[in-house]
């Protein structure tokens, strides 16, 4: 495969130019889109996104089948911030709302004892450095981070890395060709990009 | 551990970056876009353009800057100066810019960071505040005012709107835990008295900000070696420190800056 094409969807959900400038400058070809067809021929799916859960799950409501479907045919999937949290089970995010329930687990709020949003550089604890994402990342790196809820996984064996505020939470996680992040990969400089292009090379294996 | 951030301030007019010294004596340093990507080899951390562009017609060449930015700079950066509605914030943030920074709109009409922070999230809406020391008699204070002893005497912080040009007689303090009720979800504080003088922060007014807020603070004004910007970091709780000229004119370097940061064990991102 000589160049990946990605299909970031489109949702309406805050800044998709940022996430589209990141990938294409680890080298892929990105479409912004919501077009099925498109979805269908890509190489690989990314949902990104900053906003509230309950709006997310509202207007992704007419591609939740074909984005589930491709990824249960295996094609490889990136989820950042909002679209790492979405593909839980649900979230209490203003009531409670049901998610894509890739992996099981709930969406909560931070821990009031800290200032919400959690925004800012904030480092991530590696917990499973044979994931291909986090090859060639340094334990304790820096990544950006803009949230205020995040998930509890079911099944901590999906957990590749967590950070620390006010509690420890799953800032990475992945199984098999999923793969999803609360910080912004696109935001986060070198590390980030670097993220951004082991996701690319996963597709190219 | 969440690190205290670096931030450089790029002040541009007509698409071109300047920054004035004590606002005034403007000298120009090169195209936004090129110094943002330079900053962040450098290893900054966040970035700020002030567009101080008088003509409001020239609003395009802001925005063609900020998506030019937005296409090459993977850290995230604010954009502020001549934001009047919520729309000129929308189409700000939908050329690729982070967060926005309101200042004079903010205090003529503060609804507009409540309805901003509603629409697009209180973490993309930043208040900038100017605020300058008034000194008062200390036998006869005024009694609405937050006083704070400093080492040059008792005083209260004036809001200054338009660039710095108009005082408003409103107390700073109390302006900043009004612009968190309202929504904003970062405060940038500059002291007008210390800007452009490389004399250090206004850790008095800094500290008392942070003390009485609880959103991040970006202390700003005053930044002229590498100790000024420990001392706000030791000395005060901020999130940020922003400074211009100084990374501007290369007289303090980035990565330098972080390691002896780093050694008075301040959480900063190497």
Not at chain 1, 86 to 92: H, K, P, Y
Not at chain 1, 139 to 156: E, G, I, N
Not at chain 2, 173 to 192: C, D, P, Y
Not at chain 2, 206 to 229: D, L
Request: net charge negative; charged share 25%.
């Amino acid at each position: 495969m000589t160049m990946v094409n990605l299909a970031i969807i489109n949702y309406e959900m805050g800044n998709l130019k940022s996430i589209s400038s990141g990938l294409k400058k680890v080298g892929a070809s990105v479409q912004i889109t919501k077009d099925p067809n498109v979805i269908k021929s890509s190489d690989g799916i990314v949902i990104p996104g900053v906003g509230a859960f309950g709006d997310a799950m509202k207007n992704l409501a007419s591609l939740k089948e074909i984005i589930l479907s491709q990824i249960q045919e295996g094609k490889p999937f990136l989820g950042v911030c909002l679209g790492f949290q979405l593909i839980f089970e649900e979230s209490t995010e203003f009531g409670l709302h049901k998610g894509l329930n890739i992996f099981g687990g709930r969406v909560i709020r931070l821990p009031e004892t800290v200032v919400t949003p959690h925004m800012g550089w904030n480092q991530i604890f590696i917990k499973d450095y044979t994931n291909p994402l986090v090859e060639g990342i340094d334990d304790k790196s820096y990544v950006y981070f803009v949230h205020s809820y995040y998930p509890v996984p079911t099944a901590p064996e999906i957990i590749i890395a967590t950070t620390q505020y006010g509690v420890e939470f799953a800032s990475m996680v992945a199984k098999n060709h999923i793969f999803a992040t609360q910080f912004h990969p696109e935001k986060s400089s070198t590390v980030g990009l670097k993220i951004l292009k082991n996701f690319i090379n996963f597709i190219k294996k | 551990m969440l690190a205290k951030r670096i931030i450089p301030c790029l002040d541009m007019t007509n698409g071109r970056v300047v920054k004035g010294v004590r606002f005034v004596n403007i000298r120009d340093a090169g195209d936004p876009p090129e110094l943002a990507v330079l900053y962040e080899e450098q290893g900054a951390d966040e970035i700020i353009f002030l567009d101080i562009t008088a003509s409001h017609e020239k609003r395009d060449i802001l925005l063609d800057v900020v998506q030019r930015t937005s296409d090459q700079l993977f850290i995230p950066f604010t954009v502020g100066g001549g934001i009047r509605t919520v729309k000129d914030i929308q189409t700000i943030l939908k050329a690729g810019a982070d967060k926005v920074s309101i200042n004079t709109t903010a205090v003529k009409t503060p609804e507009i960071l409540t309805e901003a922070s509603r629409m697009f999230g209180s973490q993309c809406i930043v208040c900038a505040i100017d605020a300058k020391r008034v000194y008062v008699d200390e036998k006869a204070p005024p009694k609405d005012r937050i006083l704070v002893e400093t080492p040059e005497g008792l005083c209260w912080w004036d809001v200054y709107i338009y660039g710095g040009r108009k005082s408003m007689g409103i107390d700073a303090i109390q302006w900043a835990q009004k612009v968190e009720e309202l929504g904003a979800g970062e405060i940038m504080l500059t002291s007008m008295d210390y800007d452009g003088t490389k004399d250090g922060y206004d850790i008095p007014l800094t500290k008392e900000v942070v003390k009485r807020t609880n959103i991040p603070i970006i202390a700003s004004g005053g930044a002229g070696t590498i100790q000024h910007i420990k001392d706000v970091f030791i000395q005060t709780d901020c999130s940020a420190a922003l400074a211009a000229s100084i990374f501007h004119f290369r007289e303090i370097d980035i990565m330098e800056l972080k390691k002896e940061l780093q050694k008075e064990n301040i959480p900063i991102r190497l």
